[in-house]
């Protein structure tokens, strides 16, 4: 087991489930605002940020693209449009969020290329070297074991593909960290709670962002499951990482 602060923080400090219970059930209640809550909180900046993740898996042609923590399948449906892969699995642990992915394939009429399933990062279900693309978005956070994630991400895939991951990360700009930090803080779990009546699920946001091993550690942990050539682009000041690795 990896010993990372950001795997010990759970959404509900006074359960004693398992972060991945409590991250499951945080994500269900929130399911339905999600989408929502994402374009507003970010300005619609999260959309420029998924695009430009996923370009970085055009490089060659896709067959089978693994989405994991797919949630309501945002990052599947742009990859499909942006990048054309042959076929997108999407895994998350949360039903209730793939339940409003599904609804969105299916008015896309895309239900025979994108497919959504129950599945932990940490014992992904299928074989060693399946897919031959992965990303991540907004999820690495959530995983209960950092290492053992990404070792299961690099076991189903095939050599020569890319794991590209979009996280959170903390800006270092004098000006901008004060303002980043009250918006994280104070404003976010506020309208968190006033659309979805969930306030723990983003004070969450924030408390695992500061967590996060972000920037070199977390390039540390991607060499450590055996990726190579990885490297770091920020985004927005610093509030927002695109990783690459290559297998």
């Given at each position: 087991m990896s010993q990372f602060a950001h795997d010990k923080i759970v959404p509900y400090s006074q359960s004693n489930a398992a972060k991945k219970e409590q991250v499951a059930s945080m994500f269900d209640?929130?399911?339905k605002k999600y989408d929502f809550l994402n374009r507003f909180l970010s300005l619609g900046i999260d959309q420029g940020w998924r695009k430009k993740a996923i370009a970085y898996l055009s490089d060659k042609k896709i067959n089978h693209l693994l989405d994991i923590a797919t949630g309501t399948a945002d990052m599947s449906l742009m990859a499909?449009?942006?990048i054309h892969p042959s076929?997108?699995?999407g895994i998350d642990i949360s039903e209730g969020m793939m339940q409003y992915g599904r609804i969105k394939i299916a008015q896309k009429k895309l239900a025979d290329t994108i497919t959504l399933s129950l599945g932990d990062s940490t014992a992904i279900p299928f074989e060693d070297n399946t897919f031959d693309g992965a990303m991540v978005a907004f999820g690495v956070r959530n995983f209960a074991d950092l290492e053992?994630?990404?070792s299961e991400i690099y076991r189903v895939l095939q050599p020569n593909s890319k794991l590209v991951v979009l996280e959170f990360s903390q800006p270092t700009s004098i000006w901008f960290k004060p303002i980043y930090t009250l918006y994280m803080k104070w404003i976010t779990?506020?309208?968190g709670k006033l659309f979805s009546g969930n306030k723990d699920a983003y004070a969450y946001l924030n408390e695992s962002v500061i967590a996060f091993p972000e920037g070199a550690n977390f390039i540390a942990v991607f060499e450590k499951a055996g990726f190579q050539q990885v490297k770091q682009q920020k985004l927005s000041l610093g509030i927002c990482s695109i990783y690459v690795g290559s297998k």
């Open positions: 209640s929130i399911a499909y449009k942006q076929k997108i699995t053992k994630g990404l779990p506020t309208i």
